[in-house]
């Protein structure tokens, strides 16, 4: 005996995950038939009205999504919605379920188990009147949050589901000029390869920045002063820097960044700190600092490349709005008017 359990399944580890808001859509088709069908539209079959009844079950069954799935996270969901149409094309009911929390795990499995018990809700109180009865199409139609941000199926969403639902990726960096710094003693000597930077580089481009610019320079207030005051000159928009932010003699990227007598960006600095120390506590010994020089933001990260990538998830929903605030765009779309959101087709 080796004393070790292999067990064959295991409940996935999320503690180190951040919580993020979540969100998740789920849909499925009951295909009533010619007899079933009005019965249920009509809301006249013999067991009572089923449209609510499978409504009512759609919100028990996301709850007790943990209680059916061994390995599925208990999560404490702060929406639940469940709406069923007809379709008299294809005499079927279609369902929905949308779920949403803040939680470090998706809701996408409490969706779809708001619509499978919606669905068999349906089918139970239909079943009286017409056996042949079918349950297809049951999929997740999108979901938010977490690392991966929006996620949608490839098999798409209808009009009247996007309208709905609305889901909605962050706003990209729509081709901004971005440059990565990374600040090492040893990385500038060639003792090891840099690693962080390259992770900042690949991130930004995802976020659809341009990277201009990606370089190695050595610890210290100079010559990363000088060189931020160039990129920002240059028209760069938003500079990452990764490394010098400890408490270490040489860790001095905070000093230069000081030294530019540009605009404190205090929130973001604290949001990095603060997100990063769900992933670990020792985040809270990080000087992570950002600015604004000129029309450039300039971002203080940590050094590892973990760490350094860890952080550009957690800026990732927001970069874009903040480039769009420093030329002057509006604050805060979240608080625009209806008709606003209607023009702008949010």
């Keep these: 005996m080796s004393g070790e359990l292999n067990a064959a399944f295991h409940m996935a580890d999320v503690r180190d995950k951040r919580i993020t808001r979540r969100r998740a859509v789920a849909v499925g088709e009951l295909h009533a038939g010619p007899v079933a069908y009005p019965l249920i539209v009509e809301r006249r079959l013999p067991k009572g009205d ?4 499978a409504e009512i079950a759609g919100l028990q ?36 379920c949308e779920c949403a929390s803040e939680a470090r ?14 669905l068999l809700t349906l089918y139970d109180l239909s079943k009286p009147v017409e056996p042949a009865l079918r349950i297809e199409g049951i999929r997740l139609l999108f979901k938010e949050g977490g ?9 798409g969403m209808d009009d009247g589901e996007r309208e709905r639902f609305r889901p909605r990726p962050p706003k990209g960096l729509n081709g901004a ?11 500038s000597e060639g003792t090891y390869a840099d690693e962080s ?10 976020l659809g920045g341009e990277v201009v610019a990606a370089e190695v320079l050595p610890d210290g207030i100079e010559p990363l002063a000088g060189r931020l005051r160039a990129l ?83 800026l990732a929903p927001v970069l874009g709005h903040a480039l769009a605030m420093v030329e002057g765009g509006r604050h805060f779309p979240g608080l625009q008017s209806a008709d606003q959101r209607e023009r702008e087709g949010a």
């Design 177 to 187: 000029a971005c440059a990565v710094i990374t600040l090492s003693d040893r990385a």
């Design 197 to 206: 930077g390259p992770k900042l580089v690949s991130g930004l481009q995802s």
């Design 232 to 314: 920002a000159g240059e028209g760069v928009r938003l500079c990452l820097c990764t490394g010098g932010t400890g408490l270490g003699p040489r860790d001095l990227t905070p000093e230069a960044l000081r030294s530019l007598n540009a605009r404190p960006v205090h929130g973001l600095a604290q949001m990095v700190r603060a997100l990063s120390a769900q992933h670990t506590p020792m985040a809270w010994l990080s000087r992570a600092e950002v600015v604004q020089l000129d029309n450039m933001l300039v971002f203080a990260l940590p050094g590892s490349p973990k760490a350094a990538a860890q952080c550009l998830d957690i």
């Design 147 to 155: 690392k991966r941000g929006l996620w949608l199926h490839p098999e």
């Design 105 to 118: 795990t998706g809701v996408e499995m409490e969706a779809l188990a708001g619509v499978n018990a919606a």
């Design 61 to 96: 069954g996301a709850k007790m999504a943990s209680m059916l799935m061994p390995l599925c996270h208990p999560l404490p969901l702060e929406l639940v919605q469940v709406f069923c149409a007809p379709v008299p094309e294809r005499q079927a009911i279609r369902v929905w």
């Design 50 to 53: 089923a449209l609510v009844m």
